[in-house]
């Protein structure tokens, strides 16, 4: 690792004068303009990381802190956020683990402008969530001087922590299919990222290969009123549905609108199961209550931060992909007629 010493060498003055300026002290200090701009052009060249162990002091007790940047797109999935934070900091205070996390929201696709070189070398490591196959792409093109980890996201250069996507595509099938639906429908909006493209393709899989017509589909806004008014189109366009599959919950929950203004009242209506995705528990309570695949954000975020904890001691550490297993939980949209309380996909590491 580059030294102040060997900055100080290279630009022929003191190391006291790189450490002034390398810690924005320079116009305090009257040190010349030209100077401060000369040593931030080598410190660049010679690939200066700045010794975060000496300014994340804690003051109380002077504990030192590793500082973790979170980085979450700023789009319709920013609801979740909750339920991943929850999961971080519930991690961070049960293990005792000297953590300071921050968040960064960023643009899908854009992620480059958010991972400026001052923000990656701000922080101890880094955790990307939500990232789009350009976002993807760009990472793998990159290399940082921090532990990067992708949150829900395969990737051969990165360790990350993912859902069971197939899970949550084929169990839905596999309970329609036990119940004797015949008929299926997909309720979904454009896909964000290609776990959304496994999902819709293992439901569509498993139920034909458990005898079930083809799925026919419906794509929509990831909003409410989009589950109402495409749920409104399917119920007209195809009245033989039976059962369907909403690939968000917030589709689901506007849905209800429009089973209400068909007057089609559950049990007896068409089954249907959403993906549980939000902070707010409203799937629970809401009438008919929505049979849900729950996702395990709370798992996944808890993992991710244990992960990280990992690379920060053990840099070297092989690259691998952890899956967290998700679980049905039936309700009225949905009962389950064995009986059981939750059906679970298997772990996987």
Not at 37 to 63: D, E, F, T, W
Not at 80 to 97: D, H, S
Not at 317 to 341: H, K, L, M, Y
Request: aromatic share 8%; with cysteine; charged share 20%.
């Amino acid at each position: 690792m580059v030294t102040i010493k060997e900055i100080a060498r290279e630009a022929d003055i003191s190391p006291t004068t790189v450490s002034l300026i390398l810690n924005h002290k320079a116009r305090e200090r009257k040190i010349s303009s030209e100077t401060e701009q000369r040593v931030l052009q080598i410190a660049a060249r010679m690939g200066y990381l700045p010794n975060l162990q000496a300014v994340s002091l804690k003051k109380a007790g002077g504990q030192f802190a590793y500082r973790i940047q979170i980085l979450w797109v700023a789009d319709s999935r920013a609801p979740t956020m909750l339920r991943f934070f929850r999961g971080v900091e519930e991690t961070v205070a049960r293990e005792n683990l000297p953590f300071e996390v921050l968040l960064q929201p960023y643009r899908a696709g854009a992620l480059q402008n958010a991972m400026k070189e001052s923000l990656v070398l701000s922080c101890h490591g880094i955790i990307v969530c939500n990232a789009s196959e350009r976002d993807l792409e760009y990472l793998d093109s990159r290399c940082f001087p921090r532990p990067v980890i992708l949150y829900n996201r395969y990737s051969r250069k990165y360790s990350g922590v993912v859902m069971d996507d197939r899970s949550i595509g084929s169990i839905p099938a596999e309970i329609f299919a036990s119940h004797g639906r015949t008929r299926p429908a997909v309720v979904t909006s454009l896909p964000t990222f290609n776990g959304m493209n496994i999902r819709r393709n293992l439901f569509a899989y498993t139920c034909r290969s458990l005898g079930m017509d083809e799925p026919v589909l419906y794509c929509c806004e990831p909003t409410a009123r989009g589950g109402y008014e495409m749920t409104l189109r399917l119920l007209e366009e195809h009245p033989e549905t039976d059962c369907i599959f909403y690939m968000r919950e917030g589709l689901a929950l506007g849905a209800l609108r429009a089973f209400t203004e068909k007057e089609i009242y559950f049990p007896g209506g068409p089954e249907f199961i959403a993906i549980e995705d939000a902070a707010l528990g409203l799937s629970e309570v809401c009438l008919p209550a929505l049979s849900v695949v729950h996702l395990p954000l709370e798992a996944v975020a808890s993992e991710c931060t244990r992960l990280m904890n990992r690379l920060l001691h053990s840099p070297g550490c092989e690259i691998a992909s952890t899956v967290i297993p998700v679980t049905f939980i039936p309700r009225e949209s949905c009962p389950d007629r064995a009986q059981n309380a939750s059906r679970s996909s298997p772990a996987t590491t």
